[in-house]
């Protein structure tokens, strides 16, 4: 488990991370998001005792990283894959991370074949692109099997065969009960591997929710009703309109309605004798409910990245 107290970092008079209380428990996936510069990586290198809080604590299973005795059996990291030696051999690499943490030698190909690096062991790690020194480093983070791992951005610069991989290893460690940490820009991939979500947006918390939970939050959520005559559809807005029920044109045959489930929306057009062909949910994606709840939070946003606001009640 990981516990975060008051966790505050500030560089000069920049607040990284402010005043951050959190619990990541074992067992799940836990997706850590928030825009650039959020402050997750600092987040990640307190942990790692890689940098020092200005106030309050993180904790790994109860103690500083500093204090634990074999660090690599308690928490692995992947925070910066190309952060090793270059004229080191993946093996040897890997060699001397055991022998610095009491990890028997013969726990290094097991890891290098659980990352699918067996057969370039022998080669520098300089020499990888970035997508073996991601699998470089998460066959380090696995080598002590820890109880906790945390992996920064691990899918980047995967193949699709990686990504799908990663996916099922971080899977596969939550099923054991471990405690799965990771940071991702990627949400539809956050959508398909994360169980719980920490989102935070200029160092500080912004929610902590389910993936389903922010999902269902969404007010992108809508039933779509589409069907044949405009002007009958014309009907069903104007009496959802009567009630205050957000509803908007998605084409000249289709309305999108918020707020209401499909059956009351075929009742109603049943009611009003309106024709539709298809009455279903439609349900926001993972990134639209992120951007969403992330708006007011981007500081290095681009004008295409802005969410997009439904605009209802036309
Ligand atoms: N060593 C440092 N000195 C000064 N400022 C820093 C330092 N490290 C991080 N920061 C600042 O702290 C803030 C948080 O950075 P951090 O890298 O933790 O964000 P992030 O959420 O990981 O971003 P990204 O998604 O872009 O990787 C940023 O404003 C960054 O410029």
Same mark, same amino acid.
């Given at each position: ?7 505050? %970092? ?20 836990? +997706? ?30 109860? %103690?500083? &990283?500093?204090?634990?005795?074999? *660090? ?9 894959? %190309? ?76 193949? *699709? ?97 918020? +707020?209401?489930?499909?059956? %009351? ?6 009611? /009003? ?12 994606? /993972? ?12 500081? &290095? ?14």
């Amino acid at each position: 488990m990981i516990t975060l107290q008051g966790l505050t %970092k500030r560089y000069g008079d920049h607040t990284a991370v402010a005043d951050l209380s959190l619990t990541i428990p074992g067992g799940r996936v836990t +997706g850590f998001l928030g825009p650039n510069g959020a402050g997750k990586s600092t987040t990640m290198r307190m942990i790692m005792g890689l940098d020092r809080p200005s106030a309050g604590s993180a904790l790994v299973n109860g %103690k500083a &990283y500093g204090e634990l005795r074999h *660090p690599l059996r308690e928490i692995g990291a992947l925070l910066d894959a %190309k952060a090793l030696h270059p004229g080191r051999s993946a093996r040897s690499h890997l060699k001397a991370l055991a022998l610095s943490n009491g990890i028997p030698v013969r726990r290094v190909d097991e890891v290098l074949d659980t990352v699918g690096l067996s057969a370039v062991a022998g080669r520098r790690a300089g020499s990888f692109s970035l997508g073996m020194s991601q699998r470089l480093g998460i066959a380090g983070a696995l080598l002590g099997d820890p109880a906790i791992v945390m992996f920064d951005e691990p899918v980047n610069g995967l193949d *699709p065969d990686g990504v799908r991989w990663i996916r099922g290893l971080m899977r596969g460690l939550a099923e054991e009960g471990r405690t799965v940490f990771v940071s991702s820009h990627l949400m539809s991939e956050m959508q398909l591997t994360a169980d719980q979500l920490i989102i935070i947006g200029k160092g500080r918390l912004i929610r902590e929710t389910s993936v389903q939970q922010l999902i269902g939050s969404s007010s992108l959520n809508a039933v779509r009703a589409r069907g044949p005559e405009t002007e009958s559809l014309r009907r069903l807005q104007a009496r959802l309109t009567e009630w205050q029920v957000p509803v908007r044109w998605e084409s000249a045959n289709e309305l999108f309605i918020s +707020g209401l489930t499909v059956d %009351k929306v075929s009742d109603l057009a049943y009611e /009003l004798g309106v024709r539709l062909h298809e009455v279903r949910t439609v349900e926001a994606s /993972l990134e639209q409910a992120y951007m969403e709840l992330t708006a007011d939070s981007v500081e &290095y946003g681009s004008p295409a990245s802005r969410p997009a606001r439904a605009v209802y009640g036309e």
